[in-house]
């Protein structure tokens, strides 16, 4: 692991470069071929317990290797939706998973709603930010964990999604007027989180990326049940303004719904590159090959999430290496790491 030149190469990435190679991560690959533990935990303590969390992160460590531009994160994150909390938004939870308590009982209900980041779930996310900043010393990076933004997605944890959709149709001006109120609170969140990092001379990163300026990533699932009309009229000013507070963003377009607003998303000067995630059992990633080469054409980096190394192998005879980022989210064999890193880097497997 060299973090100063995986810096470096994520810096290319982000101005659709490249250095010596695409930066490449790996979510897991156990020592000695370890697999993914099944830790036991209470998740209702988990959610606002920092020291648990942070523990259950360092007893991983020992259990990996990092190859490639792989590095140790810890996310002091607790759910998609925690940025909600900061209005109220109470989070459930069982063995497996989180969900939201939608509480709106009209979208117009949020013009009302103000920040309060002294509520539990957001003083423990603090608290784990600033723990593992202490306790890291140089062994791990400490995630920018209010990634996302605060526009459409929370108005969905919010209000409920199929609320949120009758809401598009009946009265597309409210969630307009909702999404905007909602997101004029981002910079507040962000700053909350990343001035904690700037401070510790800590870089950003939100899943693996790399940055010494105000980036992230940026999303809105809400996006693919609506249609491009309907986003103009309803969230697409609060997505640019999630994105506009940043320096640079790049955007995650979460399944084949979404596509039909790449076109805008393509369109933001500030949208440095593109994560496509085409959803469980719609791989493989070399299948969206048109979708990456629209991208690519756009002079948008990307992020691709291969579902092995033969798929990834085959995405690079089609794809130019700058401004590409590889990350393989299911578990690889440290074999197959090693394999794929002294593939990676020879110029004759790329279009």
Known sequence: MNLDLTEKRFDAWWQNSLLDRPPVTFNWVGKNNAPVPQLDFEMDRYLIDAELRLSLFEQMLALRVFPGDSFPLFSAGISADHNGTIFGLELGCSKASVWSKHFLGNVRDALSLTANLDNPYWKSIREATDLSLERSRG?????????????GDILVALRGPEGLC????????????????????????????????????????????????????????????????????TVYEAIEADINCLDQAYFHLDSEGSLRHLDFILS???????????????????????????????GKALEILPVDVADALELMKHLRPEGTWIRF????????????????GKRSNWL
């Open 139 to 151: 062994r791990w990076v400490t995630a920018l964990c209010c990634h996302g933004g605060m526009s």
């Open 268 to 298: 933001q000067p500030k949208v440095a590159g593109v994560q496509w995630v085409y959803g469980v059992n719609r791989g493989p990633a070399h299948k969206w090959l048109p979708v990456y080469r629209r991208i690519q054409d756009a």
């Open 166 to 233: 009758m809401d598009a149709v009946d009265d597309p001006e409210g969630v307009r007027l909702a999404a905007n109120h909602l997101s004029s609170f981002y910079p507040l969140v962000y700053n909350d989180i990343y001035q904690r990092l700037a401070a510790a001379g800590s870089p950003v990163s939100a899943e693996s990326e790399l940055s010494r300026r105000r980036t992230g990533r940026i999303g809105c699932d809400f996006l693919c049940m609506i249609s491009a009309e309907m986003g103009r009229e």
């Open 329 to 344: 989210l299911d578990p690889l064999k440290e074999s197959e790491a090693e394999y794929f890193m002294g593939e990676v």
